[in-house]
């Protein structure tokens, strides 16, 4: 699968978490991994890419990092 496709399905999921929740709660990173089927070192660069090209963030929740939004 390309890149691309792989960003627009990983932003999809990840907005819709975000609508139902109204942006209080993150997708985990286990949440991806039917989508990018990698070893953790490349999923964990591939989201860590996203994050620094600000389509994604990733905060520290109560229990876990979560992957979110990134706010405006």
């Known amino acids: ?18 609508n139902e929740t109204g942006g209080n709660n993150g997708n985990g990173f286990g949440d991806f991994d039917h989508i990018l ?18 389509k994604i963030a990733i905060r520290m929740g109560p229990n876990a990092r979560m992957i979110m939004l990134p706010k405006n």
């Open 37 to 54: 089927n990698m070893s953790l070192d490349d999923r964990n660069a591939f989201l860590n890419r996203m994050v620094a090209e600000k």
């Open 1 to 18: 699968m390309e890149i691309e496709e792989l960003e627009r399905q990983i932003l999809e999921i990840v907005a819709k978490k975000h």
